[in-house]
């Protein structure tokens, strides 16, 4: 699973925070086979939009990653793996 939510202002929450190209950027360099998208859209504690993190983190990963392994799920969805 990887965060990809509160990540502005970029200079205060970096050292605490990945945005959603950073966590895909994770995903590879630890060679996940399954990336699970986490840790956005619950509350507004940064300065991106709510809807802003998911459609980032699919749009890397779709550049970097096969689209089946990397995960946005909504609130009830689940998936087995």
């Given at each position: 699973?990887?965060?990809?939510?509160?990540?502005?202002?970029?200079?205060?929450?970096q050292s605490t925070h990945m945005n959603p190209e950073?966590?895909?950027?994770?995903?590879?360099?630890?060679?996940?086979?399954?990336?699970?998208?986490?840790?956005?859209?619950?509350?507004?504690?940064?300065?991106?939009?709510?809807?802003?993190?998911?459609?980032?983190?699919?749009?890397?990963?779709?550049?970097?990653?096969?689209?089946?392994?990397?995960?946005?799920?909504?609130?009830?969805?689940?998936?087995?793996?």
């Amino acid at each position: 699973a990887m965060p990809i939510g509160a990540y502005e202002p970029t200079l205060m929450m970096q050292s605490t925070h990945m945005n959603p190209e950073e966590a895909v950027q994770a995903a590879i360099d630890v060679q996940a086979n399954k990336t699970l998208a986490i840790h956005f859209g619950t509350f507004d504690l940064s300065d991106e939009p709510l809807s802003e993190p998911p459609e980032r983190f699919e749009a890397a990963a779709v550049e970097a990653l096969s689209i089946e392994d990397a995960w946005v799920i909504k609130i009830g969805e689940r998936r087995v793996f």
